[in-house]
C-alpha cells in the first residue's frame, strides 16, 4: 500500500506545473508550459500533515487524470512535466 508525505506531494505537483491556490484547502490547478491554466485540478487538506494513504493518492490521480501509477511516477518523477502534459493532451483533457 503506497504512503506518501503530504509536503512531498505538493512540492512535486508544484514542480511539474501545477500551482498552488488557497482556500479552504490547498488547491492545485495544472498549467501548461505555454502558461494557459487548465480546468486539471486536485487538492490536498490545509489542516493535515499526516502522510497521504492509498485512497487519497487513488482519488488524487483520478482528479489529476492519470492512473494511480502514472500518479506515482509523477510525484516520484520518473514522469516529466512534459510526458504528463502530453498524456493529458492524449486525453482531450486540454
Known sequence: MP???KRDVEAA???KGFH???GD???????TSDGKKTTVRTKTSHGST??????????MAR????????????VDCPM?????Q?????GDHL
Not at 502530453?86 to 492524449?90: A, H, M, N, S
Request: hydrophobic fraction near 40%; aromatic fraction near 14%.
Open 50 to 59: 499526516k502522510d497521504l494513504g492509498d485512497g487519497l493518492l487513488k482519488e
Open 13 to 15: 505537483l508544484k514542480k
Open 80 to 84: 516529466s512535466r512534459e510526458q504528463y
Open 63 to 74: 482528479q489529476v487524470r492519470v492512473s494511480k501509477v502514472q500518479f506515482l511516477d509523477l
Open 25 to 31: 484547502h490547498h488547491w492545485f490547478f495544472y498549467w
Open 3 to 5: 504512503v506518501r508525505a
Open 86 to 90: 502530453k498524456l493529458l493532451g492524449d
Open 20 to 22: 498552488q491556490d488557497d
